[in-house]
């Protein structure tokens, strides 16, 4: 059965930290997309990273970078020198097959970024 | 061009009664989808429709109706409220191959 654990329920760092959330997966599936949301306070799902599992390249986009490790599976999210506006609820979702089907969530990880 | 659109936005209704969230997406997307959020439960899947007239169940169905005779629009109804049902409901439209978009969320509460 398929299923994200998201261990980490809330982080607080200071302004320019850096912080990584975790993420590990559970599918019997070969072929399999991983995602990354970000939820703000004002409440909207905010795509920023699919990945799937034929390409394990690490990405990095600005500040934000994602490790993608199939022998631990797990898929986390670093983000570098944190900025208030990192503040958020970050999700971790696993979607088993090509095409359209279910996006499984993790329960979020609320990072709050401190001034 | 939002893409896609929830309404209402915030909702308030009284046990027992019927309420439907309304979903309408501008971008023909073959899939659409019905989410509830939930503290500590993340985002779970109610029901998903493949094209119109095609539904199926989620991880979470029980208590709600979806149809979809419109590609454009998958309207999610409880048919009967109740206080389990308050919650954030979002509906998402694509897949794995374009991605998945998030409407903006409806807020309801069941008093």
């Known amino acids: 059965a398929q299923k994200v654990t998201q261990a980490q329920t809330e982080i607080s760092v200071v302004e320019k930290e850096d912080v990584t959330l975790d993420c590990v997966y559970e599918t019997r599936d070969t072929t399999y997309y991983l995602f990354w949301y970000k939820q703000p306070p004002s409440g909207e799902l905010v795509f920023l990273i699919r990945r799937n599992s034929f390409d394990e390249q690490n990405e990095i986009s600005g500040r934000y970078s994602w490790n993608f490790q199939k022998s631990t599976s797990s898929f986390n999210f670093t983000i570098t020198a944190s900025q208030v506006v990192d503040s958020a609820v970050y999700f971790c979702?696993?979607?088993?097959?090509?095409?359209?089907?279910?996006?499984?969530f993790g329960t979020g990880t609320r990072l709050t970024v401190i001034p | 061009d939002a893409g896609i659109t929830q309404s209402p936005r915030y909702k308030i209704t009284e046990t027992g009664r019927q309420v439907t969230l309304m979903c309408h997406q501008t971008?023909?997307?073959?899939?659409m989808f019905w989410y509830r959020q939930d503290l500590g439960h993340g985002l779970r899947l109610i029901y998903y429709?493949?094209?119109?007239?095609?539904?199926d169940k989620g991880e979470v169905p029980d208590g709600y109706v979806v149809s979809r005779s419109k590609t454009e629009n998958f309207p999610l109804t409880l048919e009967s409220a109740t206080r389990s049902q308050t919650s954030v409901y979002f509906c998402?439209?694509?897949?794995?191959?374009?991605?998945?978009?998030f409407g903006s969320g409806t807020r309801l509460t069941v008093v």
């Open positions: 998402a439209i694509g897949g794995t191959g374009s991605g998945y978009t």
């Open positions: 979702a696993l979607s088993e097959s090509p095409g359209a089907n279910n996006l499984f």
């Open positions: 429709s493949a094209a119109a007239d095609i539904t």
């Open positions: 971008w023909s997307h073959s899939y």
